[in-house]
């Protein structure tokens, strides 16, 4: 199963859409597996837009959340953070995105948190199930298998979205956040802001469902890629965030609200099996992962979205 990383968020324009005319607009991940932003074409244009189906969709916050930060405190500032993209008010063309357009509802798109699980490796698992896990990575920016993920210095968080490349319909989201204290200070609180995790997350939550990067004249988006220390205005999606988000999930859609991801957990999941578990790919005590008929594993790609990275001269972190 192919398997790409964007730092800290990378999102493309679906095909049926096409890329925004309009030089200055959001972007949205794509079923394309080469594409690679530039300046002159930020958004892909000729790959399927990635989306959730269902109208609800379960995360997972792994239970021993962070040295830096406690698990009641992550499940809040999660919550939070998913909250502030299905609560913002659509315009009737999100296409369009002209300023002030707002009104037509909220987007057909919110994330529950469905308690905190043992699982701690973010893998898909083809022949198993799946959860939506959200993972701090205090020690070592590593994957699964221990080979070292790049920048581990300079790297904030990163999403790795599932999908079926034929449909582009989302099987799976696994968020790491670099919580290494010898990294980055994650800082929760409104004042002695360092590196702020509800800006961290609300730009990973956006790769999540299945936004990119904006383009480069939005550098006031939320999921513009890049952050400075000390920042909190990503905490809030901007007109460019709300346009982008309301035009995958529209106030129109007509879709179910199945939010329970985990039917079926294995008894497992009180601690992480063994790799001869896993089907090969993934932890078994995570859920019935979601596959779209006859299309079968085959179908499915991984994607990286979001890892955040930092000069350490500047104290700059940006989304590559």
Known sequence: MPRSRHLLGAAALAAALAAAADADAWCRTTTSQ?????????????????????????????????????????????????????????????????????????????????????CACAEYNKLGGNS?????????????????????????ALT????????????????????NPANAKITTSDTGVVYDLRSIVTHEAGHFLGLAHTQPSHTDATMFPRYDQGETSMRVPKQDDVCGICAAYPPTRVAACDDQPRRG?????????????A?????????????????????????????LAACATARRRRWR
């Not at 993934?282 to 085959?298: I, K, L, Q, T, V």
Request: with cysteine; net charge negative; proline share 6%.
């Open 34 to 118: 080469t594409f690679t932003p530039t300046t002159a074409k930020p958004c892909d244009d000729e790959g399927l837009a990635l989306y959730w189906a269902s109208r609800c969709v379960g995360y997972d916050v792994q239970q021993d959340a962070s040295v830096q930060v406690d698990l009641a405190t992550a499940r809040a500032v999660m919550a939070e953070a998913f909250a502030a993209w299905s609560n913002v008010d659509c315009p009737a063309d999100p296409l369009a995105c002209a300023a002030g357009d707002r009104g037509a509802g909220k987007p057909t798109i919110e994330a529950h948190d469905l308690g905190p699980v043992a």
């Open 132 to 156: 939506n896990t959200i993972i701090f990575l205090d020690h070592a920016w590593v994957n699964c298998d221990g080979t070292p993920k790049p920048d581990a210095d300079v790297t904030l």
């Open 160 to 179: 790795t979205v599932t999908y079926n490349v034929q449909t582009g319909e989302i099987y799976d989201a696994d968020m790491e956040i670099n919580s």
């Open 265 to 277: 957990l294995s008894s497992t999941c009180s601690a992480d099996p063994p790799a001869s578990a």
């Open 279 to 307: 089907s090969g790919n993934g932890c078994r005590c995570e859920a019935p992962g979601r596959r779209g008929g006859s299309a079968g594993a085959s179908l499915a790609a991984t994607i990286g979205l979001g890892a």
